[in-house]
C-alpha cells in the first residue's frame, strides 16, 4: 500500500495485539478469509458472529476487545470495505479501517467507491506478499466478485486507482488472462459466494455451518455442496477453518433496508451496522429495545 495512504488509517491498526483483542466474522467468504489471514498473522481468534440479526459468542466472559471483520459497524474497531458515509460531511465510524473512508467516498460521489474485498485490503494494508499462484490471485480478484469493475469501462479507471493505491498493478495481468464470464465461473466454481450460518436446531445446535448458493456449476443439488477448505489453504498460504466451537448468542437486532435519507440521529443511534447496499437504500442492523 501506498505509504500516504496508509498512514491515513486508524492507529489500532498497528497493534494488532492478541491479548487485546478478538475477532468477530460476519456470514461469508471474505469475512472468513480475512479472519483467517489475521489468525495467521497476527495470532487473533474468532470470538464472535454476526448474523445481521444477532451477535453470538464462543465466550461471552472473553474481556478482549472486539474486531469486525468485514463489518460495517456504526462505532467500534473493524476491517471494513462497504461504503457508509452520507456526504463530506456526515458522521462516520473512525475506528473503521476502510479505504472508501480514508478515500473519503461518499454517497455524494458512490461510483468513486471501492468495490473489491476486505481480503485484499488485508493484503494491502499489511503489504503482506500476494499468493504465488495463479489461482491464488484469482482469489483475491473474486472474492466479493472484487473484479467486476475492471470490465466495466464505466468504473475500470477507479478500479485500478485502488490497485495502484495499493501497489497490486500486477493483478492486471491475471484479469488479461481471463474474460469476465471465466471469473464469475472460477468464483462459482470454488463455492467464493457460499454462506455462513448459526444453526438454531438439532445436535448441532449453536455451531456454523456453510449454505450452498446452489450455483456451482459443476454440482446438480444444493445439498452436494463441499466446499474445499484446503485448496483455500493451498493457494493462500494459510489455514483455512471454519470455527468449531459452540455460540451463544448474547444480542439480538432487526435487520431491515431503508432509504438513505432515512439515516436520521435517531436511526444512527440504534444502528450496530449500517452500510450502502446502492446509491438510494441502506442495510441496516438495529439494537432492539429488549434483549435477551
Not at 479507471?157 to 493483478?171: A, G, Q, R, V, W
Not at 438454531?200 to 455451531?207: A, D, F, R
Not at 446509491?279 to 435477551?292: F, G, N
Request: hydrophobic share 40%; with cysteine.
Amino acid at each position: 500500500m501506498q505509504k500516504k495512504i496508509r498512514e491515513e488509517y486508524a492507529n489500532w491498526t498497528n497493534d494488532l495485539n492478541k491479548d487485546k483483542y478478538n475477532l468477530m466474522i460476519t456470514n461469508d467468504m471474505d469475512s472468513l478469509l480475512s479472519a483467517m489471514f489475521l489468525k495467521h498473522h497476527f495470532g487473533l481468534e474468532v470470538n464472535s458472529f454476526f448474523s445481521f440479526h444477532s451477535i453470538s459468542k464462543i465466550n461471552p466472559m472473553d474481556q478482549r476487545e472486539p474486531i469486525g471483520v468485514d463489518a460495517a459497524l456504526a462505532t467500534g474497531k473493524t476491517f471494513d470495505n462497504h461504503l457508509t458515509r452520507l456526504n463530506a460531511n456526515s458522521y462516520f465510524n473512525t475506528e473503521s479501517a476502510n479505504i472508501n473512508l480514508v478515500s473519503n467516498v461518499h454517497r455524494d460521489c458512490y461510483t468513486d467507491k471501492f468495490a473489491m474485498s476486505t481480503l485484499i485490503q488485508l493484503y494491502a494494508l499489511y503489504n503482506i506478499p500476494l499468493p504465488e499462484t495463479v489461482q491464488g490471485k484469482m482469489i483475491l480478484l473474486c472474492c466479493d466478485v472484487g473484479f467486476k469493475g475492471y470490465y466495466d469501462e464505466r468504473f475500470r479507471d477507479t478500479f485500478l486507482s485502488y490497485l495502484e493505491k495499493f501497489e497490486m498493478m500486477e493483478l492486471v495481468e491475471v484479469l488479461e488472462m481471463y474474460t469476465k464470464d471465466q471469473l464469475y465461473w472460477f468464483m462459482l466454481r470454488a463455492e467464493m459466494d457460499i454462506s455462513i450460518r448459526l444453526q438454531q436446531s438439532g445436535k448441532n445446535k449453536g455451531k456454523l455451518c456453510f449454505d450452498s448458493s446452489g450455483n456451482n456449476p459443476d454440482l446438480t443439488a444444493r445439498w452436494e455442496q463441499r466446499i474445499d477448505l484446503k485448496w483455500y489453504e493451498k493457494h493462500l498460504g494459510y489455514p483455512v477453518e471454519l470455527p468449531e466451537a459452540s455460540f451463544e448468542t448474547v444480542e439480538k437486532f432487526a435487520a431491515r433496508t431503508i432509504e438513505w435519507d432515512e439515516l436520521d440521529s435517531m436511526t444512527m443511534d440504534r444502528a450496530f451496522s449500517y452500510a450502502f447496499i446502492n446509491k438510494r437504500k441502506i442495510m441496516i442492523s438495529e439494537r432492539k429495545e429488549s434483549q435477551l
